[in-house]
């Protein structure tokens, strides 16, 4: 049996926040211009949930997901760019 991975996007919270407010601040701009173009490169423009990867974790610990199996699964709004400034 092998292990299943997890891989959230960028979560919701203050964790993000901090990040994005020592961005703005760096780069003379705000917050909301940096949050912005975080967001823009996932098709579903928003950041994850910490309960849509609560919800994967449950899932995954379920019988329903028995047959699944070494497989990394990205919870990230399907991100098609890497947000690099």
Known sequence: M???AICPGSV???????VIEGEAKLRGVSFETVAKEHVVTQSLERFVKASE???LA???ASPQAFMINGQDIAVDGHTEAFHIK
């Open 2 to 4: 092998c292990a299943n």
């Open 12 to 18: 919701k919270g203050a964790r993000i926040d901090r």
């Open 53 to 55: 990867v609560a919800d």
């Open 58 to 60: 449950l899932f995954l």
